[in-house]
């Protein structure tokens, strides 16, 4: 038996070395949130980093999806895909808005912008699409319907930090972009996340909902939330900030090392990099057909822990198999097969900086010979 379990994921740790100093200058500033010292500073190397011009600092991933809402006024109905965390679908419904399900593509898991047409109606403002494990959307066929039909975009892109099509963030894409610095992904705030916009009006506007709605000491502009991230979450950000490209690239090895390995293993599918894109390899999905490989997603899943190995069926079930969701017409699963497909066959194998080549190697055996 191994003398240590593998997570799905592992956080990025700053070295505490170097953590403390900053700990002791907080402390010595006795500034522990709003808009702080380190809060300035992490927006200013994350808009830097990400190459992007205007972006906010929230608390949590989830809170920005529920204030870009706010912010572009949306209201009636909005597009957007079963095949994601709940946060997505969570944020339309605390809008007093109504999610409309489309089906997904199933060569990535994004969205299939040939369905989103045919759900589009005169309540319809908004799409929400989900940059899936990272991967891009056809974020051009959806920005070319939502001007067709005067809506707004808003990406989650929880998953895609850091992700470039042909040079340029993904996060330039449509409206509003809105990302999660949850432990678990590439780069962590511990809990974290933010929004990016286009201009500094809007900018400003966002800051404003995500500090009660304050404009001055005495004027309330909006009903807003307290989302504001604080200084200590924001100093370990950019100390985590200077260790992120390397982390990718521990990571794309390990894909890598995945991929060589499971290529001809029968029943066992895994995504693509896409040409000009910079991936981030947040995640490393594998579909499983079971009637090729032999054995259901569940049964490996299983056997995976035996071995003290944690997977993760991401994402299943679906957002609109959910007791909130299903009773909606576009919840179906007659509407959303592709969709039903890939949470039946799914499985993400552990992804993590500091995964090592003996463990991934471990992972790849039990994978390949099914015990």
């Given at each position: 038996?191994?003398?240590?379990f593998?997570?799905?994921?592992?956080?990025l740790?700053?070295?505490?070395d170097?953590?403390?100093?900053?700990l002791?200058?907080?402390?010595?500033?006795k500034w522990?949130?709003?808009?702080?010292?380190?809060?300035?500073?992490?927006?200013?190397?994350?808009a830097?980093?990400?190459?992007?011009?205007?972006i906010?600092?929230?608390?949590?991933?989830?809170?920005?999806?529920i204030?870009?809402l706010?912010?572009?006024?949306?209201?009636g109905?909005?597009?957007?895909?079963?095949y994601?965390?709940?946060?997505?679908?969570?944020?339309?419904?605390?809008?007093?808005?109504?999610?409309?399900?489309?089906?997904?593509?199933?060569?990535t898991?994004?969205?299939?912008?040939?369905?989103i047409?045919?759900?589009?109606?005169?309540h319809?403002t908004?799409?929400?699409?989900v940059?899936?494990?990272?991967?891009?959307c056809n974020?051009a066929?959806?920005?070319?319907?939502?001007?067709?039909y005067?809506?707004?975009v808003?990406?989650?892109?929880?998953?895609?930090?850091?992700?470039r099509?042909?040079?340029e963030?993904?996060?330039?894409?449509?409206?509003?972009?809105?990302?999660?610095?949850?432990a678990?992904?590439v780069?962590?705030?511990?809990?974290?996340?933010?929004l990016?916009?286009h201009?500094?009006?809007t900018?400003?506007?966002?800051?404003?909902?995500?500090?009660?709605?304050?404009?001055?000491?005495?004027?309330?502009?909006?009903?807003?939330?307290?989302?504001?991230?604080?200084e200590i979450?924001?100093?370990y950000g950019?100390?985590?900030l200077?260790q992120?490209?390397?982390?990718?690239?521990k990571?794309?090895?390990?894909?890598?090392?995945?991929?060589?390995?499971?290529?001809?293993?029968?029943?066992?599918?895994?995504?693509?990099?896409?040409e000009?894109?910079?991936?981030?390899?947040?995640?490393?999905?594998?579909?499983?057909?079971?009637?090729?490989?032999?054995m259901?997603?569940?049964?490996l899943y299983?056997?995976?822990?035996?071995?003290?190995i944690?997977?993760?069926?991401?994402?299943?079930p679906?957002?609109?198999?959910?007791?909130a969701y299903?009773?909606?017409?576009?919840?179906r699963p007659?509407n959303?097969?592709v969709?039903?497909?890939?949470?039946?066959?799914?499985?993400?194998?552990?992804?993590?900086?500091?995964l090592?080549?003996?463990?991934?190697?471990?992972?790849?055996?039990?994978?390949?010979?099914?015990?």
């Open positions: 038996m191994p003398d240590k593998i997570t799905v994921t592992s956080p740790l700053p070295s505490l170097d953590f403390i100093p900053m002791k200058d907080i402390w010595d500033r522990l949130t709003n808009n702080g010292h380190y809060h300035k500073e992490l927006e200013k190397a994350l830097e980093y990400l190459g992007v011009e205007y906010s600092l929230f608390t949590n991933g989830t809170l920005p999806l204030t870009a706010q912010a572009m006024r949306i209201t109905e909005v597009i957007t895909t079963p994601s965390f709940v946060a997505t679908t969570h944020s339309i419904w605390w809008n007093g808005l109504k999610p409309v399900f489309v089906d997904v593509d199933e060569k898991g994004n969205i299939d912008p040939e369905k047409e045919a759900a589009i109606t005169p319809t908004a799409i929400m699409p940059h899936v494990y990272g991967t891009p974020t066929r959806i920005q070319e319907i939502a001007d067709i005067g809506l707004k808003i990406y989650d892109a929880a998953h895609a930090f850091g992700v099509v042909n040079g963030s993904i996060l330039k894409q449509g409206d509003m972009s809105t990302l999660s610095f949850h678990t992904k780069y962590n705030t511990v809990e974290g996340g933010a990016i916009c201009d500094a009006a900018k400003k506007r966002i800051d404003y909902l995500k500090n009660f709605g304050f404009a001055g000491e005495t004027t309330v502009v909006a009903p807003g939330i307290n989302s504001k991230m604080d979450r924001a100093a950019l100390l985590n200077k992120v490209d390397d982390a990718i690239a990571r794309k090895a390990t894909a890598e090392r995945y991929r060589a390995a499971l290529k001809d293993v029968p029943g066992i599918r895994m995504l693509k990099d896409l000009g894109v910079r991936h981030n390899y947040a995640y490393f999905p594998i579909f499983v057909d079971e009637k090729e490989y032999g259901s997603r569940d049964t299983a056997t995976l822990q035996e071995h003290d944690y997977g993760r069926r991401y994402f299943y679906l957002i609109s198999t959910f007791s299903k009773g909606l017409e576009s919840a007659d959303l097969p969709a039903h497909k890939l949470a039946d066959q799914v499985l993400c194998l552990p992804m993590f900086a500091g090592d080549s003996e463990s991934t190697d471990r992972i790849i055996d039990i994978v390949v010979n099914k015990k």
